[in-house]
């Protein structure tokens, strides 16, 4: 409500309150400044606002508003910019973009993975991936290695704390919290301690000039790792954006700075769009989010059919984990082999096989073009498809294009993934606060935010804690931006406090007449 109407509230209520003893229950009628009983009292402004449900009567209430809504479009994106970018097999082809963490900052090259929720980087090391660029061909600059004891925004996370998940294990509570993240590739995983600090992120939207954000996250100091990421899988660390409470999207939003939603974007060309807060465009479609025992704990959907071309095919209903930390595609045992069976009939090539593959259905080209492939489609409810136009891994010699795989592969279980390769093309918002994975077409140019950023950021800089133990608590729905991080602890208490030591004597009511006489004058 306005100033003013909480005024002339508190004015003709109180004298009520004082005037009866204690134990006594009162009520009074709230009327709002613009209604016909308020008529006598209302210094009037214009006589439209005699004439309701007329255009200037609705756009003077909404011009005298003093409260003003949360942009709907603001977004949160790295402070480099929110362009993502593929270096191929030397990176395991995946999308990677750039971070700053700390105080003074440092930059890190980090692997988007939807598939899991901890940030973290390589620390202290023990045992890392090599960090010269020189042991990369596509790099330009070394990868650096985080140390908390050199960023003087850093903290420990104690063993007591609600996001240190092997907490039981601490010899003491004051313990500075271990971690230890183990992923599907064979014998890869990456362990250390937690700790917080800042995340500089850049905000904008439509209307919104852009101004830098500093967001307290949890971060894996990764001392060990071992597996895939010894041997140029994520040398520099891994930015988890699942479900989980400690993901770099879930903290943001239990803070108040976004929507409960992020997009990623993969383009043909390799370069692909990273925003947090971003819930899609009004021409996507969607698909619900499905619980895995009871718990949202990953992306899964629900895919009702498939397709190739033309031809839809019958049981091949399944689920599938949606995951951009895996590089290509995997699906059930029976569904697999009904796709790449009516693939193989469709398509017009010769069956092949080429060294170190680890698709079955492949291809040599007759020419030096790729011939037709057909697409790949999966259904979903109310008639909602998502089709991969291109579901093949193109392979190239001296001459050109020598041949071409069916880029899926066949999972033991009835559980797919649908990997990083089937994302190409398209915008994918993972609609946290509605459960629902939403994807529209798109180079991933059109999305124009973050494209370029100022060297030095433009307007204030906000710092924004980590979510306290009752945002935590929360279901994942966000606070609106304008107030994150800077409400007091107790604004209600605080407030209520002032009103009263003022009111305990009567020449607060000339103070509020004065007010009243103010506001409507």
């Known amino acids: 409500m306005r100033t003013r109407f909480a005024l002339l509230f508190f004015f003709f209520t109180m004298p009520f309150y004082y005037a009866l003893p204690l134990q006594t229950t009162f009520s009074t009628k709230l009327l709002h400044r613009f209604s016909d009983q308020f008529k006598p ?37 790295p402070s480099r910019g929110s362009k993502t970018m593929s270096f191929g097999n ?74 240190c998940d ?50 307290s996250v949890v971060i894996g100091c990764g001392m060990k790792q071992s597996g895939g990421y010894l041997d140029g899988v994520a040398p520099d660390g891994v930015m988890g954006m699942g479900p989980g409470e400690s993901s770099v999207p879930s903290l943001l939003a239990k803070s108040g700075l976004i929507r409960n939603s992020f997009s990623l974007c993969f383009n043909e060309d390799d370069s692909g769009r990273i925003f947090f807060g971003d819930q899609g465009s009004t021409i ?55 796709m790449a069976e009516e693939f193989d009939q469709q398509v017009n090539a010769s069956r092949s096989t080429f060294e170190e593959s680890p698709w079955e259905y492949c291809y040599t080209c007759s020419s030096q073009e790729l011939p037709k492939v057909p697409a790949l489609t999966l259904m979903f409810q109310q008639n909602n498809s998502f089709v991969v136009f291109n579901p093949v891994f193109v392979f190239y010699g001296n001459q050109g294009i020598t041949g071409f795989c069916l880029a899926i592969q066949p999972d033991d279980g009835d559980m797919g993934t649908i990997g990083q390769n089937f994302m190409t093309g398209y915008r994918l918002v993972f609609d946290r606060e509605n459960k629902k994975l939403a994807w529209s077409s798109s180079n991933c140019e059109d999305l124009t935010l973050g494209k370029s950023m100022p060297e030095s950021p433009r307007n204030e800089t906000l710092t924004n804690p980590l979510p306290t133990d009752e945002q935590q608590r929360m279901n994942g729905h966000a606070v609106a931006p304008s107030v994150a991080g800077r409400a007091p602890k107790n604004p209600s208490s605080a407030a209520s406090s002032r009103m009263i030591s003022c009111c305990q004597n009567w020449y607060c009511y000339l103070f509020l007449l004065f007010q009243l006489v103010s506001a409507f004058s």
């Open 41 to 77: 009292v209302r210094v009037q402004s214009g006589s439209y606002l005699n004439r309701k449900k007329t255009m200037n009567y609705y756009h003077f209430l909404l011009t005298n508003d003093n409260i003003k809504l949360a942009n709907r479009h603001q977004l949160l994106f």
């Open 90 to 163: 030397d990176f395991a082809w995946l999308h990677y973009t750039w971070i700053d963490i700390g105080t003074p900052s440092t930059s890190f090259l980090v692997a988007l993975d939807a598939g899991s929720d901890l940030l973290w980087v390589p620390c202290d090391c023990i045992k890392c991936a090599p960090l010269s660029a020189t042991y990369y061909s596509n790099l330009d600059r070394d990868l650096n290695e985080y140390s908390p004891s050199r960023s003087i925004s850093s903290k420990h996370i104690s063993c007591s704390h609600q996001l």
């Open 166 to 215: 092997l907490g039981s294990t601490c010899k003491s509570s004051k313990q500075q919290c271990p971690y230890t993240m183990n992923y599907l590739s064979e014998n890869t995983s990456s362990s250390g301690l937690l700790v917080e600090d800042i995340l500089h992120l850049q905000s904008g939207g439509e209307g919104i000039s852009n101004s830098s954000v500093q967001a």
């Open 284 to 338: 996507q479609q969607s698909t619900a989010f499905l619980p895995l025992d009871g718990i949202y704990s990953t992306y899964i959907i629900g895919v009702d059919a498939c397709c190739v071309g033309k031809s839809c095919l019958k049981m091949t209903s399944f689920k599938a984990q949606v995951d951009s930390g895996t590089s290509f595609t995997f699906l059930p045992g029976h569904v697999y082999e009904a």
